[in-house]
Each structure stands twice: as structure tokens, then as C-alpha cells.
């Protein structure tokens, strides 16, 4: 994965299989001429367990807010005290499930991607681990853990699409994957969907 990280990414190809309907792309927020927004990065952990590669994914509670009650990569906005993005999605992890900064190998980026509704430019780091880690939830930021062997991205039966409610009384048509029952879509879905295609590269080699 180190190595695949490191060469050209597939970017949007992949990523606007699992887009919502009317999904602005990066060129269209470059475009904009939106020179503010809110930097912040996310980390994608990949460890072993029960002989595979795990990954983790968390769903926020139910509260104000533009991600309110859906499933996300722990991370967040990057701070004045972080020394990069990459530092912030390390941060941002430690704080909400407890993993620790000195466990967390980066492997690389992946393409970022750009939020509409909070206007957020969001960083994806992927970041290995060497053993499944310890995981303690921030009760304020985080309702529950849910972790997932990476494998389950390339079960088709497990993709669909419905009508979600977004937090301005509006609705939006958009694909998801169907973790253990939760639906994940939007942005959380268009990064997994490139992990999902770097996930079938490897495995074809």
C-alpha cells in the first residue's frame, strides 16, 4: 500500500463512483474562487486482526450540525498548534478513539476532497498500525467505533443508493455502502471508494 500511495492516485475516477447527485468536483471548488475553507484531514487506520487488515470507522452522535449522526474516519480541523495535516489527522484520531500518535505509521495521502455543505478541504492519510489498537471513544464526538475488515469494500451487495436527509430540511440522492447495517455515503463513501480501487489493485498484482 506504502508503495501504491506513492505513485500518481486515482483521484476523482474513483472517488465519484460513491458521489451524491450534483457533487461538486475539486475543479469546481478551485473555480469558485473559494479562497477559505476549513482545512482538516482525516486518518484511515490500517491494522491486523482475526488474520486480515482491519480498519476503523466511527459514527458521530446525533447533535447540530452539518455531520450530525453519520458514519466518518476520525479527524478533524487542522489547528494553529498542528505542525501539518498530517499531524492533525494523527491528533484528531488520539482524541476521539484513543489511538496513540507513537503507534501510527503513515503510509501516505490519499486525493483530498472538498465538503460543500461545511466547507471543509478534507486531507485522507493512511496510516498503518502494528497491532489492533487499544480504542477509547470520546463520548462527546463520538457515539460509537466500528471497526471492519478492508475487504468488506469489495462486496458489491453491500452498495446502493437511497434519499438522505441533509441538515437544511433538504434531501440528496446518493450511493452508500451498508456497514454492519449503518449507510455510509458522502464524502466518508467517496474516500473509501478510492481505498476500495487501490484495495483491488493490490490484490490483483
Known amino acids: 500500500m506504502k508503495s501504491r500511495l506513492a505513485q500518481p492516485l486515482p483521484g476523482e475516477t474513483a472517488q465519484y463512483k460513491m458521489a451524491p447527485a450534483r457533487r461538486l468536483t475539486l475543479t469546481d471548488f478551485y473555480e469558485s474562487g473559494n479562497k477559505n475553507p476549513h482545512r482538516s484531514a482525516v486518518l484511515i487506520c490500517l491494522y491486523p486482526h482475526q488474520q486480515s487488515i482491519y480498519t476503523l470507522l466511527m459514527l458521530r452522535p446525533d447533535e447540530p450540525g452539518a ?39 503513515i503510509a501516505g495521502p490519499l486525493s483530498p476532497l472538498y465538503i460543500p455543505v461545511s466547507n471543509h478541504l478534507v486531507q485522507p492519510f ?5 497491532e489492533r489498537p ?12 466500528i471497526e471492519t475488515d478492508i475487504l468488506w469494500l469489495l462486496d458489491h451487495s453491500l452498495k446502493s443508493s437511497r434519499t438522505f436527509p441533509e441538515f437544511n430540511f433538504t434531501s ?20 473509501l471508494s478510492e481505498l476500495e480501487h487501490l484495495v483491488r489493485e493490490i490484490i490483483k498484482q
Open 67 to 105: 455531520h450530525s449522526g453519520q458514519i466518518s474516519f476520525p479527524g478533524g480541523r487542522f489547528e494553529s498548534h498542528d505542525v501539518d495535516l498530517q499531524a492533525t489527522a494523527i491528533r484528531e484520531a488520539q482524541e476521539e478513539v484513543g489511538i496513540q500518535e507513537s503507534a501510527v505509521i
Open 172 to 191: 440528496m440522492e446518493a450511493p452508500y455502502y451498508n456497514l454492519h447495517g449503518h449507510h455510509v455515503w458522502g464524502a466518508t463513501a467517496m474516500m
Open 126 to 130: 493512511v496510516g498503518f498500525l502494528e
Open 134 to 145: 487499544f480504542l477509547l471513544k470520546n463520548d462527546h464526538e463520538v457515539r460509537e467505533i
